[in-house]
């Protein structure tokens, strides 16, 4: 392999634009988040097309399996050709929590809910989290 051929782990990530900048996709990478058929990977490990890794963001997972090297940073229209996201559909609907429930604003001026009104937001929310 010549030089401009390979590419490290962590500017691959960095390039496709799952991480906003390199020493985030490094300090991931150093913190075990980044796997390659269930290893850790250290941030100068060598990418190669066909490639399936498995990257944790937070409560985030996804698997990527690498399509085409790319060395420089792109705008995000071109760069989500260069990997494709095969993250199983159970994955991606896992994690749904009440963190993640939509926000409930009240407008402005418009005082403290009622008793009635609480009673009304309550039987959403159970109504959301049912439906899981």
């Keep these: 392999m010549s030089e401009q051929e390979k590419l490290r782990i962590d500017k691959y990530l960095w ?3 799952l991480f906003k900048t390199r020493s985030l996709a490094t300090d991931a990478c ?21 490639d399936v890794y498995q990257v944790s963001k937070g409560i985030e997972k996804k698997v990527i ?15 989500v050709t260069k990997y494709k996201d095969i993250t199983p559909v159970e994955e991606t609907h896992a994690f749904k929590s009440m963190f993640h429930a939509p926000a409930l604003k009240r407008d402005r001026g ?3 809910p009622t008793k ?14 049912e439906e899981q």
């Design 116 to 129: 009635k009104d609480r009673r009304e937001t309550d039987d959403l929310i159970e109504g959301l989290f």
């Design 15 to 17: 390039a496709i634009r």
């Design 65 to 79: 399996e690498v399509v085409e090297l790319l060395y420089n940073r792109v705008e995000s229209k071109i760069a």
């Design 30 to 50: 150093k913190a075990g988040r980044i796997k390659f058929k269930g290893q850790n990977l250290k941030p100068s490990a060598i990418v190669k097309p066909g």
């Design 110 to 112: 418009a005082g403290r």
